[in-house]
């Protein structure tokens, strides 16, 4: 019997990957870490779990705690620390607006204080990190899984606080620290039911063009047609990281759980027009113009709802590179689906679960 212990329950994430990796043994068990105000969520979600799948019953366990406060706040570390043989850190502030000072104590304070309860763990395996194809900010050019500190500018606090807290972890292990390190890129919904947590990124202009007749307006920014946005499901993301955590190859490498071949802005927008079944008429900006429209015309972002931070993706410069994720997935079924295939998915899901908003947890 091995026992996980996991952050970021009961997350967009951490509520697909708890299950899934204690289905690779009868007897595993979970102990996820999670804040008092997320607590009768928690148990609801845990034992929404176990009823759908009842070999789990009994196997996941709640501790009430925080990744802010050294020793994660834990009245009993030392205790569980002793039975700890892997560590899955989720928690982190997704959002592309977040404050510098929350940034830096939840992503890299919070880490910090993550690695060194892994590294008191006298049976640590592993420590599995999640972190984002962001970290390499605004960097033009191929990144690669080997890539990190390329001096790189960052569009916001959340890829500076997400790189900072990557550069932590990829410190421990060079200190011998073993670790593996996923980095997904924006991840949406389930491509099968479309099920998401909250509405960011694509969503955005998603929920743009639905609350529009059927001519929208969709103002563009850059050069469409050579901008690529990549965009992966949340099942890919989590069978991913299911199966590379399992595998002994996997430790000390990085994942960039990406869409090898993304479309473009434009072809994202033409296939989720499709989606939307709207007639799409594209309004060309400038970057800095958008921006301040949003952030400074009166009405603007109460309309729209689509943030000044999220311009910047539709001008991003960065292609991903995902070597190792493709040659270690490589005779699974575990591939990236095309965003065409699956977008209507997300659509109707949309239309039928309007009540979801864009706030982070945190």
Same mark, same amino acid.
Not at 131 to 149: H, K, M, N, P
């Given at each position: 019997m091995a026992i996980h212990f996991f952050t970021g329950f009961p997350g967009f994430l951490g509520s697909e990957l708890v299950p899934r990796v204690l289905a690779r043994s009868a007897s595993d068990e979970a102990v996820c870490l999670v804040q008092s105000k997320f607590a009768p969520l928690a148990r609801q979600r845990a034992e929404e779990i176990m009823v759908r799948e009842p070999r789990l019953q009994g196997r996941i366990r709640l501790v009430e705690g925080d990744i802010t406060i050294p020793g994660l706040g834990l009245a009993k570390a030392a205790a569980l620390q002793r039975e700890v043989a892997e560590v899955y850190h989720l928690a982190a502030v997704y959002d592309l607006s977040v404050p510098r000072r929350v940034g830096m104590k939840v992503n890299v304070d919070g880490t910090r204080n993550v690695l060194d309860f892994a590294e008191?763990?006298? =049976?640590? !395996? !592993?420590?599995? &990190?999640v972190s984002t194809c962001y970290v390499s900010g605004a960097y033009a050019g191929i990144f690669r899984e080997t890539d990190l500190a390329k001096g790189q500018k960052f569009n916001n606090a959340y890829e500076e606080t997400k790189f900072l807290a990557e550069v932590e972890v990829q410190a %421990?292990? %060079?200190?011998?620290?073993?670790? +593996?390190? &996923? !980095? #997904?890129?924006? *991840?949406?919904?389930?491509?099968? +039911? =479309?099920? +998401?947590?909250k509405y960011d990124g694509p969503y955005f202009a998603i929920?743009?063009?639905? %609350?529009?007749? =059927?001519?929208?307006?969709m103002p563009v920014v850059g050069d469409t047609t050579r901008t690529r946005l990549n965009v992966v499901p949340r099942d890919f993301v989590i069978g991913a990281i299911a199966w590379l955590s399992g595998e002994e190859k996997a430790v000390g490498k990085v994942y960039q759980l990406a869409d090898p071949d993304p479309l473009t802005i434009d072809e994202v927008l033409t296939a989720v027009a499709k989606a939307s079944? %709207?007639?799409? *008429?594209?309004?060309p900006l400038p970057v800095g113009v958008a921006k301040k429209v949003i952030d400074w015309v009166p009405?603007?972002? !109460?309309?729209?709802?689509?943030?000044?931070?999220?311009?910047?993706?539709? *001008?991003?410069?960065?292609? &991903?590179?995902?070597?190792?994720?493709?040659?270690?997935?490589?005779?699974?079924?575990?591939?990236? #689906?095309p965003l065409r295939s699956y977008l209507p998915t997300l659509v109707s899901f949309m239309k039928v679960h309007p009540e979801l908003g864009s706030e982070a947890m945190a």
């Amino acid at each position: 019997m091995a026992i996980h212990f996991f952050t970021g329950f009961p997350g967009f994430l951490g509520s697909e990957l708890v299950p899934r990796v204690l289905a690779r043994s009868a007897s595993d068990e979970a102990v996820c870490l999670v804040q008092s105000k997320f607590a009768p969520l928690a148990r609801q979600r845990a034992e929404e779990i176990m009823v759908r799948e009842p070999r789990l019953q009994g196997r996941i366990r709640l501790v009430e705690g925080d990744i802010t406060i050294p020793g994660l706040g834990l009245a009993k570390a030392a205790a569980l620390q002793r039975e700890v043989a892997e560590v899955y850190h989720l928690a982190a502030v997704y959002d592309l607006s977040v404050p510098r000072r929350v940034g830096m104590k939840v992503n890299v304070d919070g880490t910090r204080n993550v690695l060194d309860f892994a590294e008191g763990c006298s =049976g640590l !395996r !592993r420590f599995q &990190y999640v972190s984002t194809c962001y970290v390499s900010g605004a960097y033009a050019g191929i990144f690669r899984e080997t890539d990190l500190a390329k001096g790189q500018k960052f569009n916001n606090a959340y890829e500076e606080t997400k790189f900072l807290a990557e550069v932590e972890v990829q410190a %421990r292990m %060079r200190k011998g620290l073993p670790a +593996t390190i &996923y !980095r #997904p890129a924006i *991840v949406v919904g389930d491509s099968h +039911t =479309g099920s +998401t947590q909250k509405y960011d990124g694509p969503y955005f202009a998603i929920r743009w063009l639905l %609350r529009q007749p =059927g001519v929208a307006l969709m103002p563009v920014v850059g050069d469409t047609t050579r901008t690529r946005l990549n965009v992966v499901p949340r099942d890919f993301v989590i069978g991913a990281i299911a199966w590379l955590s399992g595998e002994e190859k996997a430790v000390g490498k990085v994942y960039q759980l990406a869409d090898p071949d993304p479309l473009t802005i434009d072809e994202v927008l033409t296939a989720v027009a499709k989606a939307s079944h %709207r007639m799409l *008429v594209k309004v060309p900006l400038p970057v800095g113009v958008a921006k301040k429209v949003i952030d400074w015309v009166p009405l603007v972002y !109460r309309v729209m709802q689509i943030p000044s931070s999220s311009i910047d993706y539709f *001008v991003h410069p960065t292609f &991903y590179d995902t070597t190792n994720t493709q040659a270690d997935l490589a005779g699974t079924d575990l591939q990236v #689906p095309p965003l065409r295939s699956y977008l209507p998915t997300l659509v109707s899901f949309m239309k039928v679960h309007p009540e979801l908003g864009s706030e982070a947890m945190a």
